[in-house]
């Protein structure tokens, strides 16, 4: 397998995109991406997207956006693992360079999620869970977080301020990204005694409906030279599933997926856990970022949510979790935020982040989660 | 890059499966595939299906079949470039495994297209076409494909009599399918006179609704000797897209994205159209199969009609084209039909295809296709 990089990055604003459709966000992004790498022609394309058949009626993507894009038959495909659609894209595309089978690959995510029309976005959000077992009895994604949230507290004595901590570091940070949905500092008793959605979990510990894209380009390590900016290496990929129902794990406080997802990653980079300088990490809920964090080995199980109230993931902590202000700030459109997450990770490691900027990072992690954990992705990147 | 072989096929009865549900299916046929190729654990898997979130509220497939599949924790991923997703499956995981990502490879299709509930199949359907261009206006698949075959009969001279031969050719071969959903003869009068759909096209031109899956396994080439039978090698594939709408294309009587894709494969196989012994095809609609036995190269354009009329793509004719009843007659699940053409191909180059054997087949080449044309992959296979 050949060395892999990402050698450009594009988004725009997140939020409610109502003046451009799916493929306008898609392309735009993509524009951006290729621009940044100085590349006018691609190789191939995968796309992640979730579900644009309910969201938007149009399958296909692959096929609309090679179209869109300028790109008229290279090989582009579509490709989903529910909201860690983003994260496979990218997989996809770093196994297609690894092979030698092209040269320069974009990875794109895109959701447009507000457009919804003859259902809604909690039905089409709710097919990423089982709806066999979970769906038909009503179970949504807030319930089955919350019920994660329940065990964690009840074994582990995580706090319900702990849980609030997240959204409060999260947004803090989401001021400091003007790509971000929410740009707005929010408070312990704010998150706290904001609406319920599904005990504990309240509206602001959800990420938000979102429409928004985000690309990146891979070329072989040995290329980068050839491009306009640094390039930066990816050194790692993981990618696992568990089971589909929350119901059939052994245990609701850690998940299978991402740990095997980052014991791939961590061995085929070498590097482990004390490694990373920076994650990017799947705050779907407040409560996802701490489990996600232990179960990643980022901290010991039970200690995340102390970790998050100490201000150890804070910028300036001992390791920053989502820098760009997560799912929760940024906007999560579901099938673009596996890619958003290399974008954020790609600036930070060529030191382009601003005022969010962590400082002399080298090695960063993202991790995306399909469902309630059914899936998820790990990858891990490197200043080259 | 590694070689790759397929090693073991499954799939069961297409029809109207009521009494199972979308994983029972798919499971059924991971499990004969798994069984033919004497494996009890995969590496990673890849499941092409449409759009399995109109037709049965449930995305997520990866970790879904993964799960039910009793493969827990594996990289399972889903993707989709509509009715060519099985096709896409196929050559996600022949990269995986040349690649050297992973050894044991499962590349399934399924679609499960009878149970709609909310919607229905035609607008599901639909969403493999521009619907911002096409949809909005109506426009649905067998119109779209009847614009290609008056086109073709205005340019050619291909006749009615020419668009019937093809669903005659694949009904006669489809009684020698114990696996496909209509396995009754049809004759040239009995289409011509059967229900008209979209002007020239009649229910008897276009492919049934179906349920139904499809698997495979894949393994290094060097591999084979360790597995119950013999592998057949992949020795081509090819991916490309076009314009997602028919009328943004300069002609509609030929399809740049299958002329592409072989072209890819081809030149990786170091094969041409003469090598090609025989060919699975994606007859979605009669007039499909003339126009791709062009763009692939094996006939002239024009004589695609002449062809078939002539035998020559029958059974025993010069290159048989659906030996297996294609599309028309086996049915077409749309996320499965990729794969069912690689079964297909495996058991005729092994010489296990009984009574529709092509006898002395060496070279045999799948054709799957997206939409109208807006995707479409092709794979070259060898005895070894």
């Known amino acids: 397998m050949r060395d892999v990089a990402v050698i450009g990055v594009g988004m725009q604003k997140w939020g409610e995109l109502w003046e451009r459709s799916t493929r306008d966000i898609f392309v735009e992004s993509a524009l951006l991406a290729m621009d940044d790498a100085g590349v006018n022609s691609l190789g191939a394309m995968y796309i992640g997207s979730m579900t644009p058949g309910l969201f938007t009626s149009q399958e296909h993507l692959g096929s609309v956006m090679a179209d869109y894009l300028g790109q008229k038959n290279i090989p582009s495909a579509r490709v989903e693992s529910a909201c860690a659609s983003g994260g496979l894209a990218f997989r996809m595309a770093f196994m297609d360079v690894a092979s030698g089978m092209h040269d320069v690959v974009l990875a794109g995510g895109i959701e447009k999620m507000t457009d919804i029309g003859g259902g809604d976005a909690t039905h089409a959000l709710a097919t990423a869970a089982d709806m066999q077992w979970e769906g038909v009895q009503g179970v949504t994604f807030p319930g089955l977080y919350a019920m994660m949230a329940v065990a964690h507290m009840n074994k582990y004595g995580t706090t319900r301020e702990q849980?609030?901590?997240?959204?409060?570091?999260?947004?803090?940070?989401?001021?400091?990204?003007?790509?971000?949905?929410?740009?707005?500092?929010?408070?312990?008793?704010?998150?706290?005694?904001?609406?319920?959605?599904?005990?504990?979990?309240?509206?602001l510990d959800c990420s938000p409906i979102t429409d928004g894209a985000a690309a990146v380009i891979?070329?072989?390590?040995?290329?980068?030279?050839?491009?306009?900016?640094?390039?930066?290496?990816?050194?790692?990929?993981?990618?696992?599933?568990?089971?589909?129902?929350?119901?059939?794990?052994?245990?609701?406080?850690?998940?299978?997926?991402?740990?095997?997802?980052?014991?791939?990653?961590?061995?085929?980079?070498?590097?482990?856990?004390?490694?990373?300088?920076?994650?990017?990490?799947?705050?779907?809920?407040?409560?996802?970022?701490?489990?996600?964090?232990?179960?990643?080995?980022?901290?010991?199980?039970?200690?995340?949510?102390?970790?998050?109230?100490?201000?150890?993931?804070?910028?300036?902590?001992?390791?920053?979790?989502?820098?760009?202000?997560?799912?929760k700030s940024k906007g999560h459109p579901v099938g673009a935020t596996g890619v958003a997450q290399i974008v954020e990770l790609t600036e930070q490691l060529r030191g382009e982040a601003g005022d969010r900027?962590?400082?002399?990072?080298?090695?960063?992690?993202?991790?995306?989660?399909?469902g309630s954990g059914g899936s998820s992705l790990v990858h891990i990147l490197e200043v080259m």
Do not use: W
């Not at 849980?163 to 998150?191: I, S, W």
């Not at 900027?357 to 399909?370: E, F, K, T």
């Open 163 to 203: 849980l609030a901590a997240v959204a409060v570091k999260n947004h803090h940070n989401g001021t400091m990204n003007p790509r971000a949905q929410f740009r707005m500092e929010v408070t312990v008793e704010g998150v706290i005694n904001s609406t319920k959605v599904a005990d504990p979990l309240n509206i």
């Open 218 to 327: 891979l070329v072989p390590a040995d290329m980068v030279k050839k491009f306009k900016k640094p390039g930066v290496k990816v050194i790692g990929s993981g990618h696992a599933t568990d089971t589909i129902a929350l119901h059939d794990r052994e245990d609701l406080t850690t998940l299978s997926a991402v740990t095997e997802a980052a014991e791939q990653a961590y061995k085929m980079s070498e590097k482990d856990a004390k490694d990373i300088d920076l994650a990017e990490v799947h705050d779907c809920f407040t409560i996802a970022e701490i489990i996600v964090s232990e179960s990643l080995g980022l901290f010991e199980r039970g200690k995340g949510g102390p970790a998050v109230e100490a201000g150890e993931t804070s910028l300036g902590g001992r390791i920053p979790i989502n820098a760009s202000g997560g799912l």
């Open 357 to 370: 900027q962590v400082s002399g990072a080298r090695v960063g992690l993202a991790q995306n989660m399909g």
